[in-house]
C-alpha cells in the first residue's frame, strides 16, 4: 500500500514562498503523474501542478511563473517551490499520485492522496 506524506505548509505573508514535499512510500514503478491539488473553503478541489516520471508538467494558470514542481521517481518525492504568494493561494493542498500497475496481464492505475497540509497566505 502507497502512502504520501506531506510536508513544508504553514503560513506566509503576501508575496513569500513555501516549498512543498511530498515523498511515497511503497513500492512505486512511475508518476503518471504525481502533484499537488489544493481547496480553498467553499471551493472544488482543484489541480495546482502535477509532473510525470518523463519530466511533463502542467500548472493551474493562476500558478504559472510562480510556482515549479519538480519530482524524483528514484526517491518517489515531488516538490512544489511557490514563490510569490497571494493570498488567494490560502488552502489546504493536497499530495496525489496516480501510478500504473501491471495485472494480470493489463496495465491499471492506482490513485492517492495526502492528507493535506495548510498554506495560509495573510499579513
Known amino acids: 500500500q502507497v502512502q504520501l506524506v506531506e510536508s513544508g505548509g504553514g503560513l506566509v505573508q503576501p508575496g513569500g514562498s513555501l516549498r512543498l514535499s511530498c515523498a511515497a512510500s511503497g513500492s512505486i514503478f512511475r508518476f503518471n503523474p504525481m502533484g499537488w491539488y489544493r481547496q480553498a473553503p467553499g471551493k472544488e478541489r482543484e489541480l495546482v501542478a502535477t509532473v510525470t516520471s518523463d519530466g511533463k508538467t502542467n500548472y493551474v494558470d493562476s500558478a504559472k511563473g510562480r510556482f515549479t514542481i519538480s519530482g524524483d521517481n528514484a526517491k518517489n518525492t515531488v516538490n512544489l517551490q511557490m514563490n510569490s504568494l497571494k493570498p488567494e493561494d490560502t488552502a489546504v493542498y493536497y499530495c496525489?499520485?496516480?501510478?500504473?500497475?501491471?495485472?494480470?496481464?493489463?496495465?491499471?492505475?492506482?490513485?492517492?492522496w495526502g492528507q493535506g497540509t495548510q498554506v495560509i497566505v495573510s499579513s
Open positions: 496525489y499520485l496516480r501510478t500504473p500497475r501491471f495485472v494480470g496481464g493489463i496495465w491499471k492505475f492506482d490513485e492517492y
